[in-house]
């Protein structure tokens, strides 16, 4: 099985900063790479497919990159409502492994 | 729009079994492949199991042999027959539709239905 590890595992930031997380698989998985936003109680949101597709209706504000095994997500300008956990999954090959989280903390 | 309800979550005791259900609406249901995601209290996401639109079935080693994913593509909806459950398999279930460019990517989300169980 991919692993897929996130890095920080937590951050604090403020309103208007730019953020960056990591994303790390255990082997190359191309471009399939998905970032997902998921905020408490609800149910994550797609933000961005195959590492750098923008999810329709997201914000240009979110961003990603990368290939291979390492990807980015990165947040351009924090708005109160991007506080929340994200995710990244791999689409590449059963099983469609998740990253353990990052939650995205108001400094 | 797209609509994805899930139902059938409850109580119940270590080795029972439980179906959960998704109604979907507001997409062409049997050309979209299928996914089921779950979520422990206070964890992260965990990936269970993928139906494509055919009824091709792929699922995680956790619950390989003790879950059974299938859809009813007259109905437009999915299932999750669980069998065997462990308290591990405590969590709310999440079903989501899936699209595809390369790999596979999860658009649309249910608001989960809960699974505990326990005796």
């Known amino acids: 099985d991919i692993q897929m590890t996130q890095s920080p595992s937590s951050l604090s930031a403020s309103v208007g900063d730019r953020v960056t997380i990591t994303c790390r698989a255990s082997?190359?998985?191309?471009?399939?790479l998905n970032w997902y936003q998921q905020k408490p109680g609800k149910a994550p949101k797609l933000l961005i497919y195959?590492?750098?597709t923008l999810q329709s209706g997201v914000p240009s504000r979110f961003s990603g990159s990368g290939s291979g095994a390492d990807f980015t997500l990165t947040i351009s300008r924090l708005q109160p409502e991007d506080f929340a956990t994200y995710y990244c999954?791999?689409?590449?090959?059963?099983?469609?492994?998740f990253g353990q989280g990052t939650k995205l903390e108001i400094k | 729009e797209v609509q994805l309800l899930e139902s059938g979550g409850g109580l119940v005791q270590p080795g029972g079994s439980l179906r959960l259900s998704c109604a979907a609406s507001?997409?062409?249901?049997?050309?979209?492949?299928m996914s089921w995601v779950r979520q422990a209290p206070g964890k992260g996401l965990e990936w269970v199991s993928h139906?494509?639109?055919?009824?091709?079935?792929y699922y995680a080693d956790s619950v390989k042999g003790r879950f059974t994913m299938s859809r009813d593509n007259s109905k437009n909806t999915l299932y999750l027959q669980m069998s065997s459950l462990r308290a591990e398999d405590t969590a709310v279930y999440y079903c989501?539709?899936?699209?595809?460019?390369?790999?596979?990517?999860?658009?649309?989300w249910g608001q989960g239905t809960l699974v505990t169980v326990s005796s």
């Open positions: 195959a590492a750098s």
């Open positions: 507001g997409f062409s249901f049997s050309n979209y492949a």
């Open positions: 989501a539709k899936r699209g595809y460019s390369g790999g596979w990517y999860d658009d649309y």
């Open positions: 139906i494509s639109g055919g009824g091709d079935t």
């Open positions: 999954q791999q689409g590449y090959s059963t099983p469609h492994t």
């Open positions: 082997q190359s998985i191309s471009s399939n």
